[in-house]
């Protein structure tokens, strides 16, 4: 059974930095794209960023502030966010894309709030 777990979340002040893991146990299988998303209160889910072996992808809002980065021998994403904004402030959730399983796995999610 594939478990995504992620560890990293808090409370910083603005302009502050963090650092996302996301560990994935249970696999035989190397996935297609890692990434990270998160919801704020109120509003939907949305992508923060993927990587994959062609590269990495990022949502505008985070262009050039956070920055995607994976270990495939231990399996593990991470998710370094610098200059943090209030607006940054939600759950982020680990995702792994298997196209073996044809499915998509998701953490539990992480809190991160940024205080103005």
């Known amino acids: 059974q594939v478990q995504l777990v992620e560890s990293g979340g808090g409370l910083v002040q603005a302009g502050g930095s963090l650092r996302l893991s996301c560990a994935a146990s249970g696999s035989i299988f190397r996935f297609n794209a890692m990434g990270w998303y998160r919801q704020a209160p109120g509003k939907q889910r949305e992508l923060v960023a993927t990587i994959t072996s062609g590269g990495s992808n990022y949502a505008d809002s985070v262009k050039g502030r956070f920055t995607v980065s994976r270990d495939n021998a231990k399996n593990t994403v991470y998710l370094q966010m610098n200059s943090l904004k209030p607006e940054d402030t939600a759950v982020y959730y680990c995702?792994?894309?298997?196209?073996?399983?044809?499915?998509?796995?998701w953490g539990q999610g992480t809190q991160v709030t940024v205080s103005s």
């Open positions: 995702n792994a894309v298997s196209s073996i399983a044809g499915r998509a796995y």
